[in-house]
Nanobody, 119 residues
């Protein structure tokens, strides 16, 4: 049974930093891509960043380039999202997802972690 468990969210001020973690279990993810998405109130879920498990190739949404960094620790089966220079518009529930490379959908999701950035 695949499980993705996010942690690390919280309430911070604009300009602060947070590091989100996504602990993955239940299968090997060697041919998978791990992604972070977010959903703000009244908005659709949007892509933030993703990384291939084996090669560590990262992609980012334009609105986080230069501020957020995605990484993974294969020994800990954990994916991280380091978020710097946070803005109030980054306020959202952040979700971790797993996508089999070559497939179009994310097959597994975590429960989400709330990030709130005050101005």
């Amino acid at each position: 049974q695949v499980q993705l468990v996010e942690s690390g969210g919280g309430l911070v001020q604009a300009g602060d930093s947070l590091r989100l973690s996504c602990a993955a279990s239940g299968r090997t993810f060697s041919s998978w891509r791990m992604g972070w998405f977010r959903q703000a109130p009244g908005k659709e879920r949007e892509f933030v960043a993703a990384i291939t498990w084996n090669g560590g190739i990262a992609t980012y949404a334009d609105f986080v380039k230069g501020r957020f960094t995605i990484s993974r620790d294969k020994a800990k089966n954990t994916v991280y999202l380091q978020m710097n220079s946070l803005k109030p518009e980054d306020t959202a529930v952040y979700y971790c997802g797993a996508n089999r490379i070559g497939g179009s959908d994310y097959n597994y999701w975590g429960q989400g972690t709330q990030v709130t950035v005050s101005s």
